[in-house]
């Protein structure tokens, strides 16, 4: 390694560019293409070598010292808060103020706990005497100095704790799909450092969501009651469904009049990192008709006297029913 600096006209310990430097302006000298020397070539290879070799192990070095631990900073304690959000606000994401609090010294009594009164008062505690009773006997009265008065009082401001709340509001972004338990991290947002070269703590918000008047979540689906028309389960056809999203409209098979379940893929509440949604499930409650007019009763009675001709085919468990208990011959009243 010494002969590749003094092959270079170099001290050891010089740096990278001075390397690089000293290897340029001895290659345009040397090199074979400039110089007619006959040892030129060998030369110039011999300048290379010992170029290749100090860039070489400087680059070991500095990759070394790059990935040495660097001494830690002093750092402040996380501060750790919760965070409510509607579910609406977790499944579209919002930004959410937090009201971060912390105590100072009190401005008004700068710390001491005490206010300066405009005009003496009597001791409270003495009661003017200067003395207090004791278990043995008379002692000197601590609150006035033994004075039997009293020039300071406890401030009104702090309540002679000397501390007050001071604060700011902070603006989180809250990304979309935040569960109940999870935590946000808001870097250099905790408890200052207990000394003045170093850094603040993190700020941790501990997720919870509040309950929802109409979803409510099962994993990552999210699930709701629909009431919906008897008729509209027998038919079939279009339904508008409601989502955290807006609504949607969906098409439901014809089938039974019996409670069902709806499922929307991806529709449910937001995974993040790539993952897809969970699933809206449609819980559909059938609804039978109320309080029918005069008119609707008719089409009803019309709707009925069609399905009690047909009742093998639309109705079979009361056809068998009435099968089974109306189509014997009636027995004889007992006497």
């Excluded at 170099?10 to 001075?18: A, E």
């Excluded at 000293?22 to 000298?29: G, K, S």
């Excluded at 200052?192 to 993190?202: F, N, T």
């Excluded at 929307?264 to 409650?285: C, F, H, K, T």
Aim: aromatic share 4%.
């Amino acid at each position: 390694m010494n002969d590749a600096y003094s092959l270079l006209g170099l001290s050891p310990g010089v740096s990278r560019q001075d390397v690089k430097r000293a290897f340029r302006r001895l290659a345009m000298h040397w090199h074979p293409d400039r110089n007619p020397d006959p040892a030129a070539q060998d030369h110039f290879r011999a300048l290379r070598a010992a170029y290749e070799n100090l860039i070489a192990g400087q680059q070991d070095v500095e990759e070394i010292v790059q990935e040495a631990p660097q001494p830690q900073r002093p750092r402040g304690a996380d501060r750790r808060q919760d965070l409510a959000l509607d579910l609406e606000e977790a499944f579209l994401g919002c930004e959410k103020p937090v009201r971060l609090a912390r105590d100072i010294d009190c401005e008004a009594c700068g710390g001491s706990g005490e206010e300066h009164l405009t005009h003496s008062r009597l001791c409270e505690h003495c009661h003017g005497s200067g003395r207090v009773r004791a278990k043995g006997g008379l002692q000197h009265c601590e609150a006035c100095d033994g004075r039997g008065y009293r020039t300071r009082r406890p401030c009104s401001t702090c309540l002679g704790s000397g501390r007050t709340q001071a604060g700011r509001t902070l603006a989180v972004k809250v990304p979309p799909g935040l569960l109940t338990g999870d935590e946000l991290r808001i870097v250099r947002e905790g408890e200052p450092s207990p000394e003045a070269e170093g850094e603040p703590g993190d700020l941790r918000l501990r997720i919870s969501l509040n309950t929802h008047a109409l979803y409510r979540l099962d994993g990552r689906d999210l699930r709701l009651v629909r009431p919906v028309s008897a008729l509209r389960l027998l038919s079939g056809g279009e339904l508008t469904v409601p989502t955290l999203a807006g609504p949607v409209v969906v098409h439901i098979e014809a089938g039974s009049a019996a409670p069902r379940e709806l499922r929307i893929e991806n529709a449910g509440y937001p995974s993040g990192r790539g993952q897809p949604a969970g699933a809206l499930v449609v819980e559909l409650q059938p609804m039978l008709p109320e309080d029918c007019d005069p008119q609707l009763r008719r089409l009803i009675a019309e709707l009925d006297a069609e399905l009690s001709r047909k009742s093998a085919r639309y109705l079979p468990e009361l056809a068998r029913w009435e099968a089974s208990w109306l189509g014997r011959k009636s027995a004889s009243p007992r006497r």
